[in-house]
């Protein structure tokens, strides 16, 4: 039986619960990796992150589709406001200018998969996901 004492501190007992990557740390990093797909147009992620970013990725144009302030608001909720392109543009701004209204007659599928093979350092699975054109 594990000794009594503090959780998460050195000494006595030591460290029983280590912090986990935790579900908030993941929806952060999912807001960056779309707002930098939005910027840049395509991206290079692991597999465990395609889903997740495709499907962000989806709703947001669907969001961009739309244009009235309030699917601006709540596209606001995902996108970084800080990353902007090297026009200086906002990526929330492209969205609702430019990627919205290139999509408006398509029913969805917006992004694209290629699996471009293992990576040399740890084997992980990468992807390059990108907007359909």
Do not use: C
Request: proline residues 3%; positive net charge; glycine residues 10%.
């Amino acid at each position: 039986m594990a000794a009594q004492g503090r959780k998460n501190v050195h000494g006595k007992s030591g460290v029983r619960f280590k912090a986990a990557y935790t579900s908030q740390k993941f929806h952060s990093m999912i807001r960056n990796v779309v707002s930098e797909l939005i910027v840049n147009g395509q991206i290079k992620v692991t597999e465990g992150v395609t889903a997740p970013l495709v499907s962000e990725a989806e709703k947001l144009v669907t969001f961009a589709k739309k244009g009235d302030l309030a699917a601006r608001r709540e596209a606001g909720k995902i996108v970084r406001p800080g990353i902007k392109d090297a026009q200086g543009v906002p990526a929330l701004e492209k969205l609702f200018k430019e990627i919205g209204p290139k999509y408006k007659d398509r029913k969805g599928g917006y992004t694209q998969v290629y699996k471009l093979g293992a990576r040399k350092g740890d084997n992980s699975e990468i992807n390059l996901v990108k907007w359909v054109d």
